[in-house]
């Protein structure tokens, strides 16, 4: 006996409560987002206009120019006046002068007491110096004292 096979038998599907699903339930006050919207509720940031010259005249402004001016004067200038001092610096190498005692002597030196008992301490001391100026294109000059 020929027999064909028999197809195998579908299933049914299990539902609960057996009930096939109907359409989709949505919330109350759920929103769409992927529906196009009416042009009125286009979220659009506000536009501004650019204006260049709107503020031109301000005192702001004026105050932030004389102020940007300023500075740039005074760096300007401290800029020259270190340059100068550099150029100064290395046309006159300034060196320290060298002092040295030659001589000195106490030529007099008295103690004396008083009826009060005090006692005082005179003297005379006589120094010579010597300056040595390292310098030669700066002087300097010392009077006698």
């Given at each position: 006996e020929d027999s064909?096979?028999?197809?195998?038998?579908?299933?049914k599907p299990v539902y609960p409560?057996?009930?096939p699903?109907?359409?989709?339930q949505k919330p109350p006050g759920f929103v769409n987002n992927n529906q196009p919207k009416p042009k009125g509720q286009i979220y659009r940031a506000p536009f501004t206009a650019y204006r260049p010259g709107a503020h031109r005249g301000s005192k702001r402004n004026l105050c932030?120019?004389?102020c940007i001016w300023l500075s740039i004067v005074v760096l300007s200038l401290l800029l020259l006046l270190g340059i100068a001092g550099v150029i100064l610096y290395f046309i006159y190498r300034p060196q320290e002068p060298h002092f040295s005692v030659k001589t000195l002597q106490i030529p007099r030196l008295a103690v004396t007491t008083s009826k009060s008992g005090?006692?005082?301490l005179s003297t005379q001391v006589s120094v010579k110096m010597e300056a040595m100026n390292a310098n030669k294109a700066l002087k300097?000059?010392?009077e006698e004292s």
């Open positions: 064909v096979p028999a197809a195998p038998m579908k299933e409560f057996n009930k699903p109907g359409p989709i932030r120019c004389f005090d006692t005082t300097f000059f010392y």
